[in-house]
């Protein structure tokens, strides 16, 4: 018989966890204190206090798949900072490269000669011509919204419901419960309402594309070819040809997203299945770690763009970044690539994922859970549902939020840290085996916890 939850059990649970955790972090809780009388809410960005115990864990040092805090607990890090940290924590090749550069200059608006071999990386992997270089995703995505407003001179763009690409004002737009566009809840401060700057459509539905660009008025679709962020949503079959193909039937741009979808191989998803992209983002783990972030596109782009392109406003047009491109960025970026993200480490990482996935389908097999497990290359993600989401609207329909909440802390006090804001779990090669088997013991056990 498929298990219920019993909710007032999940509540006291939680009071034990919570008060465990409190008794654990003393001196992370001190910190707290502190830093609330200088930072805002205590924490360096607001979203920090999203975490599941009543205050973060501070941090002493990290290496690998693995931190400690200031109260010396030592964590297995499943969260590598939401991706930023995918490659391990201060990956050797990186840490050589930026010790050496940092002694030859970071930063001076002026191009080194590494950036060349940079950008012919970049070029073999992902199959694009022409790059830039900003420091964030959000500002690639930034940027590429505004070539392809300028270049097809449409106003609006399309992004999915649930979507998430950075703090992109454009995208934070959601379908309400009659399909209505809406300004997404907490949206802070919007500079104009995102229903006059953009479409917004379920994910994995083709008639709802064909009707939102036949109006022709859309410069650019904004997609994760596999969604991440409201949870993994895999494209149905097709889906993809024919988001391509009806992009290009309607002179609109298809913008690829790679800054979580780089978990699906060397050249993201998009190169891992020949998708064609105009252009192509990517931020997070590029650099291993250090602030470096990519936007890509095609011939024909780079030509319509330069072809609408006034010199001596190029500073001012609202693409830009006095730090983008810095040097030391560019070292992060190189050594990287060139030596941690290579062909060995996904394959690593991919295998050890697998038994990740396999571990926690067993133990939801054992208890007869209505959960499901979905993986994305060394990404996977365990929903509370019996059924994979199609679309973000269905998928935000399945948080529960107490829920996550227990399972997170749970975890964290018996030193594994998942990833905020939903139940993923990012597997590095410096993960290893004994880490797979112990987050199986500790998922079981708050299973267990749950239901026995
Ligand atoms: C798909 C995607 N694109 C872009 C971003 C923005 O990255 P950043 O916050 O580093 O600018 C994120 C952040 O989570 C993301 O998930």
Redesign the pocket.
């Known amino acids: 018989m498929t298990q219920t939850l019993d909710r007032s059990k999940l509540e006291s649970l939680l009071k034990s966890e919570e008060q465990l955790f409190h008794k654990t972090h003393p001196k992370s809780y001190e910190l707290y204190q502190r830093a609330r009388k200088s930072l805002h809410g205590g924490v360096p960005m607001l979203w920090m206090i999203r975490w599941a115990g009543s205050f973060p864990v501070f941090v002493k040092e990290a290496k690998g798949a693995r931190f400690t805090d200031v109260d010396g607990n030592s964590y297995l890090d499943l969260c590598l900072g939401?991706?930023?940290a995918m490659t391990g924590h201060a990956p050797e090749a990186t840490l050589k490269a930026i010790t050496e550069q940092i002694q030859k200059g970071i930063t001076l608006m002026l191009p080194y000669e590494d950036v060349v071999e940079v950008g012919e990386e970049l070029q073999r992997r992902f199959k694009l011509p022409y790059w830039q270089f900003t420091l964030?995703?959000?500002?690639a995505?930034r940027h590429v919204l505004r070539m392809a407003r300028m270049i097809t001179e449409r106003p609006k763009v399309l992004v999915f419901n649930y979507c998430?690409?950075?703090?992109v004002d454009e995208t934070f737009i959601t379908l309400d419960e009659e399909g209505t566009p809406m300004s997404r809840a907490n949206n802070m401060g919007p500079q104009v309402n995102p229903q006059e700057t953009t479409k917004v459509i379920e994910f994995n539905d083709i008639a709802a594309l064909e009707t939102a660009l036949s109006a022709r008025d859309v410069a650019a679709v904004l997609a994760?070819p596999v969604m991440?962020?409201i949870g993994i949503i895999h494209p149905n079959p097709g889906y993809l040809d024919a988001l391509r193909q009806i992009t290009r039937k309607y002179g609109t741009y298809l913008i690829i997203?790679e800054?979580?979808t780089i978990c699906a191989g060397p050249g993201g998803y998009a190169a891992a299945h020949a998708l064609e992209p105009d252009f192509l983002?990517l931020?997070?783990p590029l650099a291993g770690g250090v602030p470096a972030?990519i936007y890509g596109f095609t011939e024909e782009v780079a030509q319509a763009f330069q072809n609408r392109l006034v010199l001596e406003d190029s500073d001012v047009g609202g693409i830009g970044g006095t730090l983008a491109g810095n040097a030391l960025s560019i070292a992060a970026m190189k050594a990287t690539l060139k030596y941690v993200l290579t062909d060995e480490f996904y394959a690593k990482a991919f295998a050890l994922q697998e038994q990740f996935t396999e571990g926690m389908e067993g133990v939801i097999k054992e208890f007869d859970l209505p959960w499901i497990v979905k993986r994305l290359g060394n990404r996977s993600e365990y929903w509370f549902r019996p059924t994979p989401p199609k679309n973000g609207g269905e998928a935000a329909a399945a948080i529960d939020h107490e829920l996550d909440r227990y399972m997170h802390l749970f975890a964290l006090n018996r030193g594994i840290l998942m990833t905020p804001f939903h139940n993923m779990a990012l597997i590095s090669p410096e993960t290893t085996q004994a880490d797979v088997d112990y987050h199986t013991k500790v998922f079981r056990e708050a299973v267990v916890s749950l239901f026995q």
């Open positions: 939401d991706t930023g964030t995703a959000t500002d995505n998430y690409h950075g703090t994760e991440t962020n997203d800054t979580h983002t931020g997070k972030a």
